[in-house]
Nanobody, 115 residues
């Protein structure tokens, strides 16, 4: 059974930092592409960052230079380091992976950027 469990969200002031974590189980983690998505209420999921099995990373234009995705294959964990946070970064953030043709999502962690 595949499970993704996120943590690390919270309330932070503009310009601050947060680090999100996602622990995966039920998959061969090192062989899976791992993503972070965001979603505002009533809106579609948006890809924020991707970590490929080959060590490559991809980012949405809105977060380039501010966010960093990394993974620790020994801990089955993917991280999203979020720096220079802005109020518009406020959203629910979800960890995602795909196994064959099935998508798996974590429960989400809320990030609120506000003074």
């Amino acid at each position: 059974q595949v499970q993704l469990v996120e943590s690390g969200g919270g309330l932070v002031q503009p310009g601050g930092s947060l680090r999100l974590s996602c622990v995966a189980s039920g998959i061969t983690f090192s062989r899976n592409v791992m993503d972070w998505y965001r979603q505002a209420p009533g809106k579609e999921l948006v890809l924020v960052a991707r970590s490929t099995t080959g060590g490559n990373t991809n980012y949405a234009d809105s977060v380039k230079g501010r966010f960093g995705i990394s993974r620790d294959n020994a801990k089955n964990t993917v991280y999203l380091q979020m720096n220079s946070l802005k109020p518009e970064d406020t959203d629910n953030y979800y960890c995602h992976t795909r196994l064959f043709v099935t998508d798996f999502w974590g429960q989400g962690t809320q990030v609120t950027v506000s003074s």
